[in-house]
């Protein structure tokens, strides 16, 4: 075993001695190693002084999403059908109570993000397009107001209002346009971004909801759609970080606000980390 080993020993010090060797030989007056200085992309990592952050950018992400829902008007438009017309609607709406209220649930995504960069002379402003798409992240909302909630009018009338309700919200993908600013580091870009968004969800809404005062209306009613567009905005912070002269990784917090569907409001706070190159 003893023998085993030195010979083992010896064909590694043999194979370190041939590769010092090859790098440190001149090949017509030049070093090997000096062969990899035309290839920038293999020299290691970038020295504080050299880094560029201008041009053209393209990379891919993937993130945690954590969706935060505010179905507290989701029974609204429902509601609002049999008592538009009515005193108690008109002084304290039943249609807009808060039946339902909020909901959240975590998830993952993955993208991509295209840009480019202009690198002034103490900061780096820039605009980028990304899309994320999402595992189909679903926020779900339930409540009632009742049984039997009494309310007495200015004109002497007792309403009993009863409304129950459940919801679901469902975010498929979403994409961003944003505009970066970002102060530069040596090897390091932490930036600030403000831009629009536009996601994709899917929703339903069941309302049962019924109101006595001598005589009794009712409904129980689903609101549904798939693939309803949400406009919002977009912000965030974030960081690069040079690996290489056209390489970097990238982590970011990104915050998204969506505009109400059917009484829904959306929103999601995502945290990514993605890989991105320079042209």
């Known amino acids: 075993m003893t023998c085993v080993n030195t010979a083992r020993a010896r064909r590694l010090a043999s194979g370190i001695a041939l590769l010092t060797i090859i790098v440190t030989a001149p090949v017509d007056g030049v070093r090997a190693a000096d062969l990899f200085d035309d290839f920038t992309t293999l020299r290691g ?11 053209f950018q393209l990379g891919g992400h993937i993130g945690y ?26 002084e304290d709406p039943p249609s807009e109570w808060q039946v339902l209220g909020k ?11 295209i840009g480019y960069n202009w690198q002034l002379d103490s900061v780096v402003v820039g605009i980028d397009a990304a899309y994320n798409y999402t595992d189909g992240i679903t926020t779900r909302g339930r409540g009632t107001l009742g049984p039997g ?11 009993i209002v009863d409304i129950r309700g459940r919801s679901r919200l469902t975010i498929q993908d979403y994409a961003t346009l944003r505009a970066r600013v ?5 090897q390091f870009l932490p930036y600030a971004f403000f831009g629009g968004a536009v996601g994709r969800f899917d929703y339903r809404t069941r309302t ?3 109101l006595t005062s001598g005589a009794t209306a009712s409904i129980n009613e689903v609101t549904a759609k798939e693939g309803a567009i949400s406009p919002g905005f977009t912000t965030g912070l974030g960081v690069d970080i040079a690996i290489l002269p056209n390489m970097y990784l990238r982590a970011e917090y990104e915050f998204n ?12 706070h995502t945290g990514k980390v993605g890989l991105g190159f320079r042209f």
Do not use: C
């Not at 999403?65 to 049999?82: L, M, P, Q, Y």
């Not at 909901?103 to 993000?113: E, N, P, T, Y």
């Open 103 to 113: 909901g959240s649930q975590a998830g993952r995504s993955f993208g991509g993000f």
């Open 257 to 268: 606000a969506f505009l109400e569907l059917a009484g829904i409001l959306p929103i999601t």
């Open 208 to 210: 049962i909801a019924s």
């Open 182 to 186: 970002g102060y530069p580091m040596g």
């Open 149 to 159: 909630r009494v309310v007495t009018t200015s004109d002497g009338t007792t309403w």
């Open 65 to 90: 999403v954590n969706s935060v829902t505010d179905f507290g008007h989701a029974t609204r438009d429902s509601v609002e059908k049999i008592m538009k017309i009515t005193t108690i609607e008109s």
């Open 45 to 55: 990592t970038v020295s504080g002084g050299g880094v560029r952050w201008d041009g």
